[in-house]
């Protein structure tokens, strides 16, 4: 089992930045892959962005390239989403993600969620 804290979320004017964080207490952390979602009102949860239990592997999600940045300190049990140039339909509740193993891009294989820190971006 894993416990999953995010925070960092707020409201923040469109081409800002926020650096969303998730610490986790439980198993090693080291031994999870880690990753961000997010889901808008209205609509579906989507993958945010991914990196492996080694950190070798990252991936994002079509409409975050180039923006956000996914890192992980496993001496802080901690992963970060550092978002740059915000705009308004990044407005979202962000969920932390782990799974055993790799990461995924199905919120449905997600083994373990936290409860999402709200990110607002204004026009």
């Known amino acids: 089992q894993v416990q999953l804290v995010e925070s960092g979320g707020g409201l923040v004017q469109a081409g800002g930045s926020l650096r969303l964080s998730c610490t986790a207490s439980?198993?090693?952390?080291?031994?999870?892959?880690m990753g961000w979602f997010r889901q808008a009102p209205g609509k579906e949860r989507e993958f945010v962005s991914g990196?492996?239990?080694?950190?070798?592997?990252?991936d994002y999600g079509d409409s975050v390239k180039g923006r956000f940045t996914i890192s992980r300190n496993d001496a802080k049990n901690t992963v970060y989403l550092q978002m740059n140039s915000l705009k308004p339909e990044d407005t979202a509740v962000y969920y932390c993600?782990?799974?055993?193993?790799?990461?995924?891009?199905?919120?449905?294989?997600?083994?373990?969620w936290g409860k999402g820190t709200h990110v607002a971006v204004s026009s």
């Open positions: 993600s782990a799974n055993d193993g790799s990461f995924t891009r199905m919120p449905g294989l997600v083994a373990y």
């Open positions: 439980g198993r090693p952390f080291s031994t999870y892959a």
């Open positions: 990196v492996s239990w080694s950190g070798g592997h990252i």
